[in-house]
């Protein structure tokens, strides 16, 4: 298990060196605080403080998952993240550790890069928040009433604040996220490892355009049962016209993951290793 820790570790450390994080954490910043523009407005014309549980929304807005995850795949565009160091931890510890390493390392990113959304999402809202536990004022008026004349571009989803708690609501969310972030970076991991490299973000794009796409498909059930970006979509849930049951996603996206790990896992020791340069 060491060996394995180590390789993900290097993938890590590296990071602050690679000028695509960098522009990848600009990009994080922007985006953050363009979805949550406008409500500190709503909030001071309401004389009504927010409460902290926005994150669920901001992934039931498509325009909003199309751009967080673009950015997503913007961050491990490199993968398989081979360089020189890399082969020397292949002959160390051999491919299939290496493997594993390289995997744990797309999970600790997708941890990291949706924990930081929550996080952005706090700061910009924090001249306007205040603890509570409940939905509050704001939200529940926003979701029944919409906002009226002020630009809020995330849509508050009245159905979300009836079927689930705010806490529920955002580790819902959350981990949906998470699953979604780890299936997106092992598919573009294992086709750039065993095809040519660009084919992997190819298909993470199209899958990700795809959800955007069924926004506008009047009867999009199909779509939505195959479209793993979508899954993490809290107004897909339980919709008894378009929805699907709350286990589907949990289960489709592990499942994915775990499909598509042991498909590269059975594959890493046919096949040779090229130094890529960092973008």
Same mark, same amino acid.
Request: aromatic share 20%; hydrophobic share 55%.
């Given at each position: 298990m060491g060996k394995i820790f180590q390789t993900a570790w &290097?993938? &890590?450390?590296?990071m602050p060196s690679v000028p695509r994080i960098w522009l990848a954490a600009v990009f994080l910043i922007l985006f953050s605080r363009e979805a949550v523009s406008g409500i500190g407005e709503y909030c001071i014309t309401q004389n009504t403080a927010i409460s902290p549980w926005i994150y669920p929304f901001i992934f039931t807005t498509n325009y909003y998952i199309l751009l967080f $995850?673009?950015? $997503?795949? =913007? =961050? =491990?565009?490199?993968? #398989? $993240?081979?360089d020189e160091s890399q082969l020397f931890y292949i002959l160390r510890c051999g491919k299939k550790k290496w493997y594993v390493g390289q995997i744990l390392y797309i999970v600790i990113v997708s941890v990291f890069y949706f924990s $930081?959304?929550? !996080?952005l999402t706090l700061i910009w809202l924090s001249p306007?928040?205040?603890?509570?536990?409940?939905? /509050?004022?704001? =939200?529940?008026?926003m979701a029944m009433k919409g906002t009226g004349n002020y630009a809020v571009d995330i849509s508050i989803g009245q159905g979300i604040i009836e079927k689930y708690s705010p806490i529920s609501a955002c580790v819902i969310s959350f981990v949906l996220c998470v699953l979604a972030g780890i299936f997106l970076g092992i598919l573009m991991f294992v086709m750039n490892l065993m095809w040519k490299r660009g084919s992997g973000i190819a298909a993470a794009?199209?899958? &990700?355009m795809l959800q955007f796409f069924i926004y506008f498909e009047v009867s999009g059930r199909f779509l939505r049962l195959i479209s793993p970006i979508s899954w993490m979509n809290l107004s897909y !849930?339980?919709?008894?016209?378009? /929805?699907? #049951? &709350?286990w589907y996603p949990f289960l489709g996206l592990i499942g994915l993951i775990m499909v598509l790990g042991a498909i590269g896992f059975r594959k890493i020791h046919s096949l040779s290793f090229e130094v890529q340069e960092e973008t």
């Open positions: &290097v993938n &890590v450390r590296k $995850f673009f950015n $997503f795949i =913007l =961050l =491990l565009a490199d993968a #398989p $993240f081979m $930081f959304i929550f !996080i306007y928040m205040k603890w509570q536990s409940g939905w /509050g004022k704001i =939200l529940i008026t794009s199209v899958l &990700v !849930i339980n919709d008894t016209s378009l /929805g699907y #049951p &709350v």
